[in-house]
């Protein structure tokens, strides 16, 4: 095939390549986050990738078409729509009315894996798939599974060793009490309130007052027309949005002026007096887990209380500092299950985002600062002796030591690049002299990177050779794991 005939090798916009490090330090923290899962008895679930249309719902980006919003084919065996899923929860619900006799009751599950979404516009931060990590207690009515899952989001941001961490916490009824105390029931006026709400982080109080009166100018210099609420109405969003108090049951307190005239409104502040309950004697603090009157999240999606966990520290976006943000949210979705089976099914849950949460440590450097150790590279000095090469292999695997046979060019500088690269923490060299004398030469790759930079003289070098040793054939397994072993406690050392 000539070179104008060829393909161009790219990507799909939207979507990532994975190396080794990136995919190695994913896999490391999915393992963590989902054995603090299981601590508290939630049992792994894979779905399917695929699912049909009907099946996922009310698809993003909420419009009618079979394929927004999702990437969707029609199915020529059935004549039927088929999607990739955009996200865990739709499957789940599918699987527990599906197979909701035989499960038991609640059905407590946990699931990773990639989800894809048709981003109109991808972006280095909205990418068209992605990993999410969720667990989620289906058939549960009790705030005790709502307080739950702030208990296991706590556990996980512990486990990963992140110290800094806010989980807010709302609940969508105490927002409807808001909205009936405004007595405002035009719908798109309500979803414009929330929205606004939701905001608050960015636009602030004053911009808040603005969204919600005539409008504003965004950071972009675009103009958003306002809601053109009365200035009573104004104030009194701006004084829910004041009621985060120093404790929960104070913000609760605070929550009850607002939902007094509203029955769905007190059940809201209720049922978070409830988790308050659940919270406090599990000893939970405060500055862990806090009621956020601006928190809103999925805003035909969750009947109850939300969740979110925040990050607060600073990054730089544009040259300015700005809060890392959200990593993982949920709430509480009675209906999901009810759109199959006609009844409703109350299930509680929360997502972490993994990609985000892998940033996320990646910046505070609680991920390996370097890349994982790679293979011990066997060199093939004489090509005449392959099989004994392949024999020394076989011993290091049999003994559990990650290894590998040079399969490339001959030439001993490009092997010894080749081990360079792979991050090979020993590089095994035999010749035909060796043999003859049953012994192997053993070259430690890390040892030998930290003197070439404190040796000055090249001469001295060459003579001392302190990365280089010689060993019996009979010792060379556990020769090689002493190396693997102190390469391993100076890695650990350096990254203290």
């Given at each position: 095939m000539s070179e104008t005939n060829c393909p161009k090798a790219r990507k799909p916009k939207g979507f990532r390549d994975s190396f080794a490090l990136q995919s190695l330090e994913r896999q490391e923290m999915i393992a963590t986050i989902c054995n603090v899962y299981s601590k508290f008895g939630f049992d792994q679930l894979e779905t399917s990738c695929i699912e049909y249309v009907d099946a996922l719902g009310k698809f993003l980006p909420d419009q009618d078409q079979p394929d927004a919003g999702v990437f969707a084919l029609k199915d020529d065996l059935d004549d039927q729509w088929l999607a990739l899923r955009y996200d865990l929860t739709a499957p789940l619900a599918r699987v527990v009315a599906e197979f909701g006799d035989d499960l038991p009751t609640p059905f407590r599950r946990y699931q990773y894996g990639p989800v894809w979404r048709r981003e109109i516009k991808p972006s280095k931060d909205r990418f068209r798939e992605f990993f999410q990590c969720d667990f989620d207690t289906v058939g549960c009515e009790t705030m005790a599974a709502d307080a739950e899952v702030c208990l296991v989001l706590s556990e996980v941001m512990r486990a990963l060793g992140i110290d800094e961490f806010v989980i807010r916490v709302n609940n969508r009824k105490v927002l409807n009490g808001l909205?009936?105390?405004?007595?405002?029931?035009?719908?798109?006026?309500?979803?414009?309130?929330?929205?606004?709400?939701?905001?608050?982080?960015?636009?602030?109080?004053?911009?808040?007052?603005?969204?919600?009166?005539?409008?504003?100018?965004?950071?972009?210099?675009?103009?958003?027309?306002?809601?053109?609420?009365?200035?009573?109405?104004?104030?009194?969003?701006?004084?829910?949005?004041?009621?985060?108090?120093?404790t929960r049951r104070e913000t609760c307190d605070a929550f009850l002026e607002f939902a007094a005239g509203s029955p769905d409104g007190v059940e809201g502040v209720n049922e978070l007096k409830s988790i308050e309950q659940y919270l406090e004697v599990s000893d939970v603090a405060q500055e862990f887990v806090n009621f956020d009157p601006s928190l809103v999240r999925g805003l035909e999606y969750y009947t109850g209380p939300v969740f979110e966990i925040e990050l607060?520290?600073?990054?730089?976006?544009?040259?300015?500092?700005?809060?890392?943000?959200?990593?993982?949210?949920?709430?509480?979705?009675?209906?999901?299950?009810?759109?199959?089976?006609?009844?409703?099914?109350p299930a509680t849950?929360?997502?972490i985002g993994v990609d985000r949460l892998l940033a996320a440590l990646s910046l505070l450097q609680k991920t390996k600062s370097e890349a994982s150790l790679g293979p011990v590279v066997v060199t093939m000095m004489d090509k005449e002796q392959g099989l004994e090469y392949q024999k020394i292999v076989n011993e290091l695997r049999d003994a559990g030591i990650r290894s590998e046979l040079y399969l490339g060019d001959r030439k001993f500088k490009a092997q010894m690049k080749y081990a360079d690269k792979r991050n090979s923490p020993?590089?095994?060299?035999?010749?035909?002299?060796?043999?003859e004398d049953g012994t192997v030469t053993l070259k430690n790759m890390f040892l030998g990177k930290a003197l070439s930079q404190e040796v000055e003289d090249n001469q001295a070098w060459r003579k001392g050779q302190p990365a280089q040793s010689t060993v019996k054939r009979e010792d060379l397994v556990q020769s090689v794991t002493d190396i693997i072993n102190q390469v391993d406690l100076e890695t650990q050392h350096n990254q203290a």
């Amino acid at each position: 095939m000539s070179e104008t005939n060829c393909p161009k090798a790219r990507k799909p916009k939207g979507f990532r390549d994975s190396f080794a490090l990136q995919s190695l330090e994913r896999q490391e923290m999915i393992a963590t986050i989902c054995n603090v899962y299981s601590k508290f008895g939630f049992d792994q679930l894979e779905t399917s990738c695929i699912e049909y249309v009907d099946a996922l719902g009310k698809f993003l980006p909420d419009q009618d078409q079979p394929d927004a919003g999702v990437f969707a084919l029609k199915d020529d065996l059935d004549d039927q729509w088929l999607a990739l899923r955009y996200d865990l929860t739709a499957p789940l619900a599918r699987v527990v009315a599906e197979f909701g006799d035989d499960l038991p009751t609640p059905f407590r599950r946990y699931q990773y894996g990639p989800v894809w979404r048709r981003e109109i516009k991808p972006s280095k931060d909205r990418f068209r798939e992605f990993f999410q990590c969720d667990f989620d207690t289906v058939g549960c009515e009790t705030m005790a599974a709502d307080a739950e899952v702030c208990l296991v989001l706590s556990e996980v941001m512990r486990a990963l060793g992140i110290d800094e961490f806010v989980i807010r916490v709302n609940n969508r009824k105490v927002l409807n009490g808001l909205m009936a105390s405004l007595e405002i029931t035009e719908p798109a006026v309500r979803l414009g309130i929330l929205r606004t709400l939701d905001k608050l982080d960015d636009i602030r109080i004053e911009g808040v007052k603005q969204q919600l009166g005539p409008g504003r100018t965004d950071k972009s210099g675009s103009w958003n027309e306002g809601l053109h609420l009365p200035d009573s109405s104004i104030n009194r969003v701006v004084e829910f949005l004041q009621c985060k108090m120093p404790t929960r049951r104070e913000t609760c307190d605070a929550f009850l002026e607002f939902a007094a005239g509203s029955p769905d409104g007190v059940e809201g502040v209720n049922e978070l007096k409830s988790i308050e309950q659940y919270l406090e004697v599990s000893d939970v603090a405060q500055e862990f887990v806090n009621f956020d009157p601006s928190l809103v999240r999925g805003l035909e999606y969750y009947t109850g209380p939300v969740f979110e966990i925040e990050l607060p520290f600073e990054v730089k976006v544009k040259g300015k500092p700005k809060k890392f943000g959200s990593v993982a949210g949920g709430g509480r979705y009675d209906y999901l299950v009810e759109r199959f089976t006609g009844k409703k099914v109350p299930a509680t849950g929360a997502s972490i985002g993994v990609d985000r949460l892998l940033a996320a440590l990646s910046l505070l450097q609680k991920t390996k600062s370097e890349a994982s150790l790679g293979p011990v590279v066997v060199t093939m000095m004489d090509k005449e002796q392959g099989l004994e090469y392949q024999k020394i292999v076989n011993e290091l695997r049999d003994a559990g030591i990650r290894s590998e046979l040079y399969l490339g060019d001959r030439k001993f500088k490009a092997q010894m690049k080749y081990a360079d690269k792979r991050n090979s923490p020993v590089v095994i060299i035999a010749g035909s002299n060796e043999f003859e004398d049953g012994t192997v030469t053993l070259k430690n790759m890390f040892l030998g990177k930290a003197l070439s930079q404190e040796v000055e003289d090249n001469q001295a070098w060459r003579k001392g050779q302190p990365a280089q040793s010689t060993v019996k054939r009979e010792d060379l397994v556990q020769s090689v794991t002493d190396i693997i072993n102190q390469v391993d406690l100076e890695t650990q050392h350096n990254q203290a």
